[in-house]
């Protein structure tokens, strides 16, 4: 039975790995079947781990459970029917999506070889042809994010540092009779700091997002310590649906996980999601924050005005790009576009491979800011 | 002895008891964690009393709480075991000076720095080295602020319950500890330890319950003071605020209420201690625009509504 209800949550799309489905049987077993609180509560205890995917498990619950309930005090023979209907195609254990293993080949910025290409990098997204778009993907996906280090509390051992390793003095110490000669020093690491990206995916993006998706994908899944979210009607993140390293996968994934593609904009409105789930909590404390967007935004700008200067104060850099910029003669008139930008460092046009590549210089280069 | 209980009822009797009001989502989670011995993962909007959970456990149980603040950056010399490089110094010196190190290799001398008595505890270490009848808490708070790799340590002592520290060799806990972790989610707790743990997601109080909750933890403050509090606090979340006040708030709004010798609600006393519960400038700025009067109206009226 319990197996049962896991595989109509799989089909809900949650995911529920073999040790959770013991786990919950577990569960089952000390707080029992009678009450229908007690088996929901012993389901969320055990099968749910993310607070988005509640209202899944609500929803499969009541599909699942009442049903059954009203089974059970009659007929035990429709029990065993479905026992065994499941029995026979167990064993598609799909949680395998989450290899993060990071790329270490920190390769410089690739070198562009044919003129092919070399029209390619300056060209418009907008103009790309379905194959074109195809070879610029495999170019952006040799794209690089390093991004400036901040200071790591975890300390590393180091010849020329200032603080006493004790540790490994008194290591080196035995080796001359318990007489601390050598001396040991240690200093604290560096480590990457967090890259948040913004996508916009509403309809006046449309020719870029795609295109940009490539490239939020080549960072996720090339570095540590990255974010992605989606931000349309509503923001939605897809940082794990890109962790594939198989971009065709991952962005079949990703477009999956978001549903409003080319819809409207309220792009503060999906910041100010952003700030009070994730952002100001601690997801973009000290980080690189990049917004991917044409600034064209429904809602009110005040509240875009509002979110940024928000977002602009618990990050170490903001980042807006705009594939419109190169237009010429462009001016942020977009409300939106200006109501944000007193609260950006830096503003770069995003409209072809050569743009991002700046953009990718732009975020290794990070530092003009605090 | 442990404590086992039979029901999740019975512990939010017993939790109530010790100053904790769970709901019975929590008291069904801390009930299966506590049957089924598995960690407790609880995850929730700041200030709704995920701490909490693992001091009223050790207040219930008897065992010692052993707590472990997670930061960036932790490892494993400040979360399970270090040694005192000081008192080994120390002991070198006294060896030498009686003499006693003369005859002995270094091995020996090896063998006499890196023994239990120089090992210093941390955290982790003491709660599965821990010896008592009564199993300790081990509150693992913020998690979320530990790097990754201390995530994955954490997880092999988490489903081993046991450390071993290279001179001197396994520890393994006799009685393993009741383990509450938390998370505020300012990333992701990865997916291999929250398989090992059980999840709850901790929701702001409803009302009947909040007021009971300041009614147990404030008992100065009257009960009509105590229900127009959580009356003003649910209306302060519906405002769409940057940081909704949480239970922590709660009470000490109604503390600062109570120490001021209130027992209702008025715009004037609420203008004076907005800041124990919006800690915003933005938020207490929201909250004038929507009107104190009338805050304390809809307080009031929520107040009587359901009495």
């Known amino acids: 039975m319990a197996v049962a209800f896991a595989r109509i949550l799989r089909g809900a799309g949650l995911k529920a790995p073999l040790g959770s489905v013991i786990a919950f049987v577990d569960a089952l077993g000390q707080v029992g079947i009678q009450e229908r609180s007690s088996v929901y509560w012993a389901g969320r205890a055990t099968l749910v781990r993310n607070p988005e995917d509640i209202a899944l498990y609500d929803h499969a619950f009541a599909a699942f459970w009442t049903d059954l309930w009203q089974l059970l005090p009659t007929v035990t023979t429709e029990e065993l029917q479905i026992t065994l209907a499941i029995d026979d195609d167990d064993g598609d254990d799909d949680g395998n999506d989450d290899d993060s293993d990071s790329d270490s080949g920190d390769e410089p910025m690739i070198t562009l070889r044919f003129s092919a290409t070399e029209v390619l990098r300056h060209k418009d997204f907008a103009t790309y042809s379905p194959d074109e778009l195809r070879s610029a993907q495999e170019l952006m996906t040799q794209l690089r994010f390093i991004g400036p280090p901040r200071r790591s509390f975890r300390q590393r051992p180091d010849r020329h540092g200032r603080r006493p390793d004790l540790r490994a003095t008194m290591r080196a110490s035995l080796r001359t009779g318990g007489e601390p000669i050598t001396r040991c020093w240690r200093e604290p690491g560096n480590r990457l700091r967090r890259l948040v990206l913004l996508l916009d995916i509403s309809g006046s993006m449309e020719p870029y997002a795609r295109a940009m998706l490539r490239f939020v994908h080549a960072a996720v899944s090339g570095r540590q310590r990255v974010e992605a979210f989606a931000i349309g009607t509503r923001l939605t993140r897809m940082t794990k649906e890109l962790h594939s390293r198989d971009p065709d996968l991952a962005l079949t994934r990703a477009s999956d996980r978001v549903h409003d593609w080319s819809g409207g904009t309220r792009i503060g409105e999906c910041l100010r999601t952003f700030n009070d789930q994730w952002g100001v909590r601690g997801m973009a404390r000290g980080a690189i924050v990049v917004v991917l967007s044409d600034g064209w935004d429904r809602g009110d700008p005040a509240v875009l005005a509002e979110q940024m200067q928000r977002l602009h104060r618990v990050s170490y850099q903001t980042v807006w790009v705009n594939p419109l910029k190169v237009t010429p003669g462009y001016a942020p008139l977009a409300r939106g576009m200006a109501a944000a930008l007193p609260y950006v460092d830096s503003f770069v046009e995003g409209h072809s491979i050569a743009a991002m590549q700046q953009l990718a210089q732009v975020i290794a280069g990070a530092g003009v800011s605090r | ?307």
């Open chain 2, 1 to 307: 002895m442990a404590i086992s209980p039979s029901t999740p009822a019975d512990v939010a009797h017993a939790l109530s008891l010790h100053g904790y009001i769970p709901d019975e989502g929590l008291a069904t989670s801390i009930f299966l964690a506590m049957t089924l011995r598995r960690p407790l993962l609880l995850e929730g909007e700041a200030g709704v009393g995920k701490t909490e959970v693992a001091k009223v456990l050790s207040r219930w149980t008897g065992g010692e709480l052993i707590r472990l603040q997670c930061y960036e950056g932790i490892d494993v010399s400040q979360a399970v075991y270090d040694w005192d490089y000081s008192r080994q110094l120390l002991h070198l010196r006294a060896a030498e000076a009686t003499g006693e190190s003369q005859g002995l290799r270094t091995d020996d001398l090896e063998a006499q720095l890196y023994q239990e008595k120089f090992l210093l505890k941390r955290a982790l270490l003491q709660a599965i080295s821990h010896t008592g009848d009564v199993p300790p808490v081990l509150l693992i708070d913020e998690v979320d602020r530990a790097d990754d790799e201390f995530e994955a340590y954490l997880l092999e002592v988490l489903s081993e319950f046991q450390i071993t520290v290279p001179e001197l060799g396994r520890f393994s806990a006799t009685h393993p500890p009741l383990v509450v972790l938390t998370s505020n989610r300012t990333r992701d707790v990865h997916d291999a330890l929250k398989r090992r743990c059980l999840y709850h997601w901790v929701e702001h109080p409803d009302f009947e319950r909040e007021v009971a909750i300041v009614q147990l933890r404030v008992p100065q403050a009257l009960d009509s003071l105590a229900r127009q509090v959580a009356g003003a606090v649910e209306t302060l979340r519906t405002l769409n605020l940057y940081k909704p006040p949480g239970v922590a708030e709660t009470i000490d709004w109604a503390q600062a209420l109570a120490a001021l010798g209130r027992q209702h609600l008025d715009e004037a006393v609420v203008a004076a201690t907005l800041g124990t519960v919006l800690k915003y400038r933005e938020d207490q700025d929201r909250t004038r625009q929507h009107g104190l009067a009338a805050l304390v109206k809809q307080a009031l009226e929520r107040s009587l509504a359901t009495s």
